[in-house]
């Protein structure tokens, strides 16, 4: 590690929490329905979609007609993006004339979408027309993001009203969500990354004359090659800031019309957490306790940094079996050093391992390295912060939402400690909000133990690993952590584009997401209604330092006592023997 790596850590932190602050502060006046410097210009466009939809954005909801709808709207999404995969071939925005998606892939594909995980089985540059990419993906990352921010609001108005029912409207919050922070956001890092050259075009894939000839596999000569190019920036902005993660290519953000230089790279990495953070400030505006969002902050930072540390000490150090053959690992004038294996020359190990961390941590997926070639505890502090409940950052509203819920674990454990009733921002925490908090704990775990148990099992299931013992058991917990935790990485040597692992990672996407937003919704429309109590000599404080290092306590010991057992079974025992 070189203090210029340690600089473009530091610099990359402090520019987050710098821009986090503001964009904060002005995402809590937009869901607050105070006035903004966009308003001026929106407001005209604002009305006119509620009065063309029918919406009165007067009128609120309890919990739950608003999780009723935001079901209902994600079904028919769900309808909308099937039918253009199945049905692409015979669709306009088709220049390479590309024909439907299989059935089991468009459903893997669809729930991927909808839910905010973006895994894909597939290369989009070969598999997907541009309407498919620009109508259905890309609509369904604006969706997808407002959706989970429409829920952390909704719990947030929870905390700071009392004795009501109402949470809001979730049309006013996905509207207000999509037209004043993600559309604004999208179409700024679009033009920036455009001027850095990631394409954005809707023109035929050109067809280029290779510099030296080639042959295939047969024999036969190759003179030309077909350079894969559509409109990616607007993709790309909207996969970063919505931490959707799916890329337009099919190596995602390692691809140099994706991802073309250290600019664009650091502009991607910024937007990937750039919103989960700021929605810590937001949160804390809106209960009416600043302190409170800037605690939870600086909890996600520092589960950030202890992974990013294992990251970066792992991959760092180079292949142990490879310097025991006399490799010099060491960096150098003339060469990066480290563990570059599946890492573009470009970035680095250092920037390499930092997107690694923020993409698993933030619910996002999106790579410009390749997990899979990572040394061991590299792979596990990568797959450790998506098991850990995507609540280190987490997607877009999702994980502070999921944050939230161990928060309310944290206050119940700590009341039980000293004898009197859990309470949080005044609210009394009963025995329903931890049935509730406990469901949105337990149940990925459920899913990603049980979906690798029964992978292992099945000959369909472990035959698709093409890498044997210890690893092709990693890469298969690896996949059903990130469906479960609707993260979207991979340990990219898992074949998994058949029909078992089509349908079961979609129904465990599927599971992971929606089943998750009820609890959560059902602990809203539960602590809305409640009085606050006033505060006194025995009310635990949670916005001190102590209940922060005891809320990383929870986290870490949750994550640790689940996964444990099966991380020893993969990657530790995969660590041991790099030295055997």
């Known amino acids: 590690m070189t203090w210029n790596g340690i600089l473009q850590i530091v610099f990359y932190m402090v520019l987050l929490i710098s821009l986090a602050i503001p964009l904060g502060n002005y995402m809590a006046k937009v869901y607050e329905w105070k006035k903004t410097f966009l308003t001026g210009i929106l407001k005209p466009v604002e009305k006119g979609i509620y009065k063309l939809a029918g919406i009165h954005e007067e009128e609120e909801m309890d919990w739950k007609t608003y999780t009723f709808s935001l079901l209902i709207f994600c079904g028919i999404g769900f309808f909308v993006v099937y039918l253009l995969q199945r049905f692409q071939g015979s669709l306009p925005g088709n220049p390479q004339h590309l024909g439907g998606v299989a059935p089991d892939l468009s459903f893997n594909t ?302 119940f454990v700590a009341g039980l400690m000293v004898g009197r009733t859990p309470e949080y921002l005044g609210k009394k925490i009963e025995p329903f909000e931890m049935k509730m908090a406990s469901l949105v704990i337990l149940i990925p775990i459920m899913l990603i133990l049980l979906g690798t148990a029964l992978t292992v099992l099945l000959p369909i299931g472990y035959n698709a690993a093409n890498n044997p013992q210890a690893h092709g058991f990693s890469e298969m917990l690896y996949a059903f952590s990130s469906a479960a935790g609707n993260n979207g990485s991979a340990f990219a040597g898992l074949a998994t584009n058949d029909l078992y692992y089509n349908i079961a990672l979609a129904v465990v996407m599927f599971i992971g997401r929606f089943w998750l937003i009820i609890p959560v919704m059902a602990v809203a429309g539960s602590l809305v209604g409640k009085k606050k109590v006033p505060a006194g000599l025995g009310t635990l404080t949670t916005d001190t330092p102590l209940f922060a290092l005891w809320l990383i306590a929870v986290v870490i010991i949750v994550g640790a006592l689940s996964f444990l057992p099966s991380l020893a079974l993969g990657l530790i025992v995969e660590h041991l023997m790099l030295f055997h």
Not at 237 to 257: D, E, R
Not at 304 to 321: K, Y
Not at 395 to 407: H, I
């Open 110 to 411: 669809t729930v991927s979408f909808i839910t905010n995980t973006n895994w894909q089985s597939y290369s989009g540059e070969t598999t997907l027309t541009y309407l498919t990419q620009m109508v259905g993906l890309t609509v369904q990352n604006f969706f997808s993001a407002a959706q989970g921010m429409a829920v952390l609001i909704a719990l947030s108005r929870a905390f700071g009203r009392q004795t009501t029912k109402t949470l809001g409207n979730l049309w006013v919050d996905l509207v207000r969500g999509i037209l004043y922070i993600l559309l604004p956001l999208s179409l700024i890092l679009a033009i920036v990354l455009v001027s850095q050259g990631v394409v954005q075009n809707l023109s035929t894939y050109p067809t280029v004359n290779l510099v030296e000839p080639a042959r295939d596999t047969f024999g036969n000569l190759i003179t030309q090659q077909v350079i894969a190019t559509g409109p990616a920036a607007s993709q790309i902005a909207i996969k970063q800031l919505g931490t959707n993660g799916g890329g337009f290519f099919g190596v995602n953000s390692a691809h140099p019309f994706e991802n073309p230089n250290s600019i664009s790279n650091f502009l991607e990495l910024l937007s990937i957490l750039l919103i989960p953070a700021a929605l810590c400030i937001t949160y804390g505006r809106l209960v009416g306790e600043p302190r409170q969002g800037r605690m939870i902050l600086v909890v996600m930072i520092v589960l950030f940094c202890f992974l990013l540390a294992i990251s970066l000490w792992s991959e760092t150090m180079g292949n142990p079996a490879l310097v025991s053959m006399g490799v010099d690992a060491t960096t150098g004038q003339y060469q990066p050093g480290g563990n570059m294996e599946g890492k573009e020359a470009r970035f680095g190990v250092v920037n390499s391992s930092l997107w690694s961390i923020a993409t698993t941590s933030a619910s996002n997926g999106s790579v410009n390295s390749m997990h899979d070639s990572y040394n061991p505890l590299g792979g596990l502090a990568a797959m450790w912060a998506i098991q850990l409940g995507e609540v280190v950052f987490g997607g877009v509203g999702s994980g502070l939402y999921g944050m939230l819920m161990f928060v309310i674990i944290a206050v």
